[in-house]
């Protein structure tokens, strides 16, 4: 489907999103969305990223709010993966900032990162093959609990992949080898892979490809229940996808770069009138 199609599609939803509060009276920047009375947990502030004579990035601000599915959408080379590795630790900014709840992160390691309650999926499955589903959750719990490769927090480890097992009906795949399960099924074993390590803010780039339409509406109904289903608006979810039907029926604050640049945050009717967003699909030109 292309970029008209996409919008077209998500048109014909009207708002559908079922978490947010505010109404659609426009767009806003993070830090006024902050203050509208959310609480960011994961904040880029200003960052800027410079490949030699390129601006991957320009001053870009993005706030990730407790309790919600924050969006992140553009066309092809708008700098959604940079900014997405940035948040990660994978890339340096060249400046700006990046903090997780009140604390500066921005030159921690990824892995002091992923400790810290950052969890990311990748658009292509990255699951150990080999293993069974239910090892897979394993194995991510152990990765992220001090001690737990030795044999530390057994208890809390069953109850855990239990809990996640649960959510995400993934007990008839126990005992399969994730390597020869089809997208739609790695897709949520990967999700589970990244819930059992306990995530405060949880990083999905573009979960529904491969996915075919009942896939995807599945997939939409679990990213409701996982948002902030500890009781404490954690963990927040942000949200990488092309899918713009998607991305306009979970997402309750949309982000939207284009070019290295935000042109557009706020809510899904307000970011889906945008002209400014229209023309960066579109090409329309009509702009003021």
């Given at each position: 489907?292309g970029?008209?199609g996409?919008?077209?599609?998500a048109?014909?939803l009207g708002?559908?999103n079922?978490?947010?509060?505010?109404?659609?009276?426009?767009?806003?920047s993070?830090s006024e969305?902050i203050s509208?009375?959310g609480?960011?947990?994961?904040?880029?502030?200003?960052v800027?990223?410079?490949?030699?004579g390129l601006?991957?990035?320009?001053?870009?601000d993005?706030?990730?709010?407790?309790?919600e599915?924050?969006g992140l959408?553009?066309?092809?080379?708008?700098?959604?993966?940079?900014?997405?590795n940035?948040?990660?630790g994978?890339?340096?900014?060249?400046?700006?900032?990046?903090h997780l709840?009140e604390e500066?992160?921005?030159?921690w390691?990824a892995h002091?990162?992923?400790r810290?309650?950052l969890?990311?999926?990748?658009q292509?499955?990255?699951?150990f093959?080999r293993m069974?589903?239910?090892?897979?959750?394993?194995?991510?719990?152990?990765a992220?609990h001090?001690?737990?490769v030795l044999g530390?927090?057994?208890?809390e480890?069953?109850?855990r992949?239990e809990e996640v097992?649960?959510l995400?009906?993934?007990w008839?795949?126990?005992?399969v080898?994730a390597?020869?399960?089809?997208?739609?099924?790695g897709?949520?074993?990967e999700?589970?892979?990244?819930?059992?390590?306990d995530?405060?803010?949880?990083l999905l780039?573009?979960p529904?490809?491969g996915?075919d339409a009942?896939?995807t509406?599945?997939?939409?109904?679990?990213?409701r229940m996982?948002?902030g289903c500890?009781?404490?608006?954690?963990?927040?979810?942000?949200?990488?996808?092309?899918?713009?039907?998607?991305?306009?029926?979970?997402?309750?604050?949309?982000?939207v770069?284009?070019?290295?640049?935000r042109?557009?945050?706020g809510?899904?009717?307000?970011?889906r009138?945008?002209?400014?967003?229209?023309?960066?699909?579109l090409?329309?030109t009509?702009?003021a």
């Amino acid at each position: 489907m292309g970029a008209e199609g996409r919008l077209d599609a998500a048109d014909s939803l009207g708002t559908v999103n079922g978490h947010g509060a505010l109404d659609a009276e426009g767009s806003t920047s993070a830090s006024e969305a902050i203050s509208a009375g959310g609480t960011s947990l994961l904040r880029a502030e200003r960052v800027t990223v410079r490949f030699g004579g390129l601006h991957a990035l320009d001053q870009v601000d993005l706030s990730v709010q407790s309790g919600e599915i924050t969006g992140l959408i553009g066309p092809n080379g708008a700098g959604k993966t940079t900014l997405f590795n940035v948040l990660t630790g994978l890339l340096s900014p060249t400046n700006g900032s990046v903090h997780l709840a009140e604390e500066e992160i921005t030159r921690w390691p990824a892995h002091r990162r992923g400790r810290a309650g950052l969890a990311r999926t990748f658009q292509r499955l990255e699951l150990f093959s080999r293993m069974s589903v239910e090892d897979n959750l394993v194995a991510a719990w152990e990765a992220c609990h001090r001690g737990a490769v030795l044999g530390r927090g057994r208890r809390e480890r069953r109850r855990r992949v239990e809990e996640v097992m649960d959510l995400l009906d993934l007990w008839h795949l126990a005992s399969v080898p994730a390597g020869v399960l089809p997208t739609g099924q790695g897709r949520m074993v990967e999700l589970g892979r990244a819930l059992c390590t306990d995530p405060r803010v949880l990083l999905l780039d573009e979960p529904s490809s491969g996915l075919d339409a009942g896939e995807t509406a599945r997939f939409a109904e679990v990213l409701r229940m996982v948002s902030g289903c500890n009781g404490l608006g954690e963990p927040a979810v942000l949200l990488v996808e092309h899918d713009m039907a998607l991305v306009m029926e979970v997402c309750d604050c949309i982000t939207v770069l284009d070019f290295g640049k935000r042109i557009a945050c706020g809510r899904p009717a307000a970011i889906r009138a945008d002209p400014a967003v229209r023309s960066a699909y579109l090409g329309e030109t009509d702009v003021a």
